[in-house]
């Protein structure tokens, strides 16, 4: 399977904030050797944050060096469960700080949505889903389209070379595909998002406000996720990178029978220098 995937307008219009970055109980120990998951040789768990019935926690797992492998996002398997539905239900936001103690990664934070009724474009992406936005910087707030200068910015896109291979912005101005508090949502030409014959379950796009990409977000209906699948694609780079960080070369979805959790990681993760 190829690598980095598709994405969205993302209209967020009504939001839940079940919960912000600090907030409940402390972060559990980190796992070593023999008791650590599968997906790393140490492991730096954050704070669980509730979802649905049950809850969602990112991680970072290190190497023997100390170097960052992997970061992600664990939910348990009653997270898919009693989550809003209906006519009436709103886009629900957790906001997941990554793990106190972890290594430096390049990453800041991580959003986590569910969207009950899916988002523009719907003849896309209206089925059920979640969004998992994994920023590299702390610009949502910037992103205000009543501020003066938001279709300036919002038409400032990234230099070619920092431009992950077969990514593209959406068709339009860019003002209009610019998602507030969000950015501007890049998709792979080769996932082949076309009306009609696009089957949306899972893609991973990159986003990007004023001139520089500022996450990357695997993005998956609930009812894919609930199959517990298993994949593992690799993640297209750019010739060139804006901020020296960590970044990933793999993208994987699975579920962790031992646990209970599903996993959703960018791992692989690879020193790069900014030029």
Not at 54 to 72: F, H, L, W
Not at 206 to 226: C, H, K, N, Q, V
Request: aromatic share 10%.
């Amino acid at each position: 399977m190829h690598s980095v995937r598709t994405a969205s307008g993302l209209a967020l219009s009504a939001l839940t904030v079940l919960a912000v970055a600090g907030c409940g109980d402390p972060a559990t120990p980190v796992a070593r050797g023999a008791d650590a998951p599968a997906h790393g040789t140490e492991t730096h768990y954050s704070a669980e944050q509730p979802l649905g019935e049950g809850n969602s926690r990112t991680y970072v797992t290190v190497d023997d060096a100390g170097n960052p492998q992997e970061i992600g996002i664990r939910m348990s398997e009653s997270a898919l469960d009693g989550l809003p539905e209906g006519p009436d239900a709103t886009t629900t936001m957790v906001m997941l700080d990554l793990p106190a103690g972890a290594p430096e990664t390049g990453f800041e934070h991580v959003m986590l949505d569910w969207n009950p009724h899916g988002h523009d474009p719907e003849v896309l992406f209206g089925e059920p889903h979640f969004d998992m936005h994994f920023y590299m910087t702390d610009t949502e707030s910037d992103i205000d389209p009543a501020a003066p200068d938001f279709a300036v910015r919002a038409a400032n896109l990234p230099e070619p070379q920092y431009v992950p291979e077969g990514y593209g912005p959406p068709p339009g101005p860019a003002a209009e595909n610019t998602v507030p508090f969000m950015g501007m949502h890049w998709t792979d030409a080769a996932d082949g998002a076309i009306p009609g014959s696009f089957d949306f379950t899972e893609v991973l796009l990159y986003g990007s406000w004023d001139g520089e990409f500022t996450f990357i977000e695997p993005m998956m209906t609930r009812e894919w996720l609930a199959t517990k699948p298993q994949i593992r694609e690799d993640v297209r780079q750019p010739a060139a990178y804006q901020r020296t960080g960590y970044y990933p070369t793999v993208y994987t979805v699975d579920f962790d029978e031992q646990a209970g959790e599903y996993v959703i990681a960018l791992s692989g993760l690879t020193l790069r220098e900014a030029s």
